[in-house]
């Protein structure tokens, strides 16, 4: 569920960047649904692995997506709406998923093929909507080298953004930096349950 995710929202930053002029992604093969050209092998795979079997808090990534502004028609607007394409197709997905989790129909009491069939269907989905919720809302934080980091760059004045561009090398310093704090979960926690508990109709 993961690599699939992540392989829509990298394919979404790439149609992005295409429909806005710059063809570097989809001449690189990028404008795919096909996980092997979007995943990254350590970050993809084995630091996640490594996440789920030791509990260490690392980080995981995908193959960024390359992007030219000298492509692009207006460079500072369109690079911010590229940056947003990841993580809005995180949200259509998760949307989509809270959908076929509704129209799933309950199983009857005793029915135990039934529940059988359901049941595993109900946990697949109710997991495919909370991590494109955490992906969506993690990568929309405002740090780069994150989405939400770039859509600040382009919405930001010229001055503003040069000061958060500064910020680029040191992305992942900050990010374990507000893990450790117990910041980005007081950041995150909040807002992605509060989506999740909509979309799934939680009390």
Same mark, same amino acid.
């Given at each position: 569920?993961?690599?699939?995710?992540?392989?829509?929202?990298?394919?979404?930053?790439?149609?992005?960047?295409?429909?806005?002029?710059?063809?570097?992604?989809?001449?690189?093969?990028? %404008?795919? #649904?096909?996980?092997?050209?979007?995943?990254?092998?350590?970050?993809?795979? #084995?630091?996640?692995?490594?996440?789920?079997?030791?509990?260490?808090? #690392?980080?995981?990534? &995908?193959?960024?997506?390359?992007?030219?502004?000298?492509?692009?028609?207006?460079?500072?607007?369109?690079?911010?709406?590229? &940056?947003?394409?990841?993580?809005?197709?995180?949200?259509?997905?998760?949307?989509?998923?809270?959908?076929?989790?509704?129209?799933?129909?309950?199983?009857?009491?005793?029915?135990?093929?039934?529940?059988?069939?359901?049941?595993?269907?109900?946990?697949?989905?109710?997991? @495919?909507?909370?991590?494109?919720?955490? %992906?969506?809302?993690?990568?929309?934080?405002?740090?780069?080298?994150?989405?939400?980091?770039?859509?600040?760059?382009?919405?930001?004045?010229?001055?503003?953004?040069?000061?958060?561009?500064?910020?680029?090398?040191?992305? @992942?310093?900050?990010?374990?930096?507000?893990? @450790?704090?117990?910041?980005?979960?007081?950041?995150?926690?909040?807002?992605?349950?509060?989506?999740?508990?909509?979309? #799934?109709?939680?009390?």
């Amino acid at each position: 569920m993961l690599i699939a995710s992540l392989s829509v929202h990298e394919a979404a930053h790439a149609w992005a960047a295409d429909r806005l002029g710059d063809p570097t992604a989809r001449h690189l093969g990028r %404008l795919s #649904l096909n996980p092997a050209v979007h995943v990254d092998p350590i970050g993809t795979l #084995l630091f996640p692995l490594i996440s789920m079997l030791t509990n260490l808090p #690392l980080i995981g990534w &995908a193959k960024p997506v390359p992007v030219d502004p000298r492509h692009l028609r207006h460079p500072k607007r369109d690079f911010a709406i590229i &940056a947003a394409a990841g993580p809005a197709s995180n949200m259509v997905m998760a949307i989509l998923g809270a959908v076929i989790l509704a129209v799933i129909p309950d199983s009857a009491p005793g029915d135990i093929a039934g529940g059988a069939v359901t049941g595993p269907l109900v946990s697949l989905f109710r997991g @495919f909507v909370v991590i494109n919720v955490l %992906l969506a809302v993690f990568n929309m934080l405002p740090v780069p080298p994150l989405d939400g980091g770039n859509v600040l760059i382009g919405v930001l004045p010229h001055a503003g953004a040069r000061v958060v561009e500064q910020l680029r090398p040191y992305g @992942f310093l900050v990010l374990y930096a507000l893990m @450790f704090t117990g910041t980005l979960n007081f950041l995150l926690g909040d807002v992605a349950f509060s989506i999740v508990r909509l979309l #799934l109709r939680l009390p």
